[in-house]
T-cell receptor
Framework: GAGVSQSPSNKVTEKGKDVELRCDPI?????LYWYRQSLGQGLEFLIY????????KSGLPSDRFSAERTGGSVSTLTIQRTQQEDSAVYLC????????????????FGQGTRLTVV | RKEVEQDPGPFNVPEGATVAFNCTYS??????FFWYRQDCRKEPKLLMS???SGNEDGRFTAQLNRASQYISLLIRDSKLSDSATYLC?????????????FGTGTLLAVQP
């Protein structure tokens, strides 16, 4: 498809279980972001991948959260031992970056994964 | 201090009103600026880029003040369909790459 694809669209899991969320960015986009959005709240930055550079993990809320991006394309966000406060919509975005000042134009978002921990 | 700050609102305005949102950013190395729109239960989408000289797109006008490190969005003749959350976005140029930083958004509710 032409856009950013995320799966699953909805996930209900039991507290304590591990979950994996997948993001398939737009082909050729070098930058990939994960955000979290709780009900009625703003976007919370989680992690940022840019090409072959080391990812910016500064937004990950705890060591239960990890993410990887294989081959510069698909990314997986893993949450271990899920807690109820992890319930949120997890959004992935990708963009091109031509490098240099002003090299980024627009980030495209997927429709998100709605995670519910019960 | 947050890198990008916005008044969360809500801004409740009648149809036809003019409404303005401001956003401040903390890092003077920020180089590109955008406004995104997010409808309820939808993903954010680009509304418009913000250029140094200011720019207009129909009823929407965006301005940048680098000296004071803020950007603004003005919506004229508000429509019911303008009701959404407006996100201020800054691209920080660092280490040869550009990182997008999102504000938490301002909620606009246009009333009939």
């Amino acid at each position: 498809g032409a856009g950013v694809s995320q799966s699953p669209s909805n996930k209900v899991t039991e507290k304590g279980k591990d979950v994996e969320l997948r993001c398939d960015p737009i082909s050729g986009h070098t930058a990939l972001y994960w955000y979290r959005q709780s009900l009625g709240q703003g976007l919370e930055f989680l992690i940022y991948f840019q090409g072959n550079s080391a990812p910016d993990k500064s937004g990950l809320p705890s060591d239960r959260f990890s993410a990887e991006r294989t081959g510069g394309s698909v990314s997986t966000l893993t949450i271990q031992r899920t807690q109820q406060e992890d319930s949120a919509v997890y959004l992935c975005a990708s963009s091109t970056d031509r490098g240099g000042v002003g090299g980024v134009t627009e980030a495209f978002f997927g429709q998100g994964t709605r995670l519910t921990v019960v | 201090r947050k890198e990008v700050e916005q008044d969360p609102g809500p801004f409740n305005v009648p149809e036809g009103a003019t409404v303005a949102f401001n956003c401040t950013y903390s890092n003077s190395a920020s180089q590109s600026f955008f406004w995104y729109r997010q409808d309820c239960r939808k993903e954010p989408k680009l509304l418009m880029s913000v250029y140094s000289s200011g720019n207009e797109d129909g009823r929407f006008t965006a301005q940048l003040n680098r000296a004071s490190q803020y950007i603004s969005l003005l919506i004229r003749d508000s429509k019911l369909s303008d009701s959404a959350t407006y996100l201020c976005v800054v691209a920080l140029y660092c280490g040869a790459t550009n990182k997008l930083i999102f504000g938490t958004g301002t909620l606009l509710a246009v009333q009939p």
